[in-house]
């Protein structure tokens, strides 16, 4: 089979998503995230007294944590199908990403498996956050 009749076939019986639908559905999901979060913090701070920058720390350990729960009882995937990008491109799909490669390689042992694997994909988000603060920093320091 040459690779423009795979290509047809594979157009013929993928299923149509609707894009406009998708970037809606996300960025109302998304916002929605972001405001429970941001009352959460808020909420952490008035009625806890913990200071706002700590709250907000806790916010993040809170979506790490829970996504990676989440990941683990095999619901992720499935809320971010309805979601879509809504939930995957904040924190939650970093967790996410290392939850699901240590348990695809958990069979593999503690360090073959679950640390060497944790961090082929998250590992170029570090790097790539790290860089791009670093440069970020220069730019801040120079103006």
């Not at 299923?15 to 979060?37: H, P, R």
């Not at 939930?87 to 390689?105: C, E, K």
Request: glycine share 10%; charged share 15%.
């Amino acid at each position: 089979m040459k690779l423009e009749e795979y290509k047809k076939i594979v157009k013929s019986i993928s299923k149509k998503e609707d894009k406009l639908k998708n970037v809606l559905i996300s960025f109302l999901i998304g916002g929605l995230l972001g405001l429970l979060m941001e009352l959460l913090a808020v909420f952490l701070n008035k009625k806890l007294n913990i200071p706002l920058d700590t709250a907000y720390m806790w916010v993040t350990v809170f979506l790490v944590v829970s996504s990676s729960i989440l990941t683990g009882l095999g619901f992720f995937d499935k809320v971010v199908s309805f979601a879509k990008c809504g939930l995957i491109v904040p924190t939650t799909g970093f967790a996410h990403a290392m939850t699901s490669a240590a348990i695809d390689h958990e069979s593999e042992g503690l360090i073959k498996g679950v640390g060497s694997n944790m961090f082929k994909l998250a590992g170029s988000i570090i790097i790539y956050g790290v860089v791009g603060a670093f440069f970020f920093a220069l730019l801040k320091g120079v103006m």
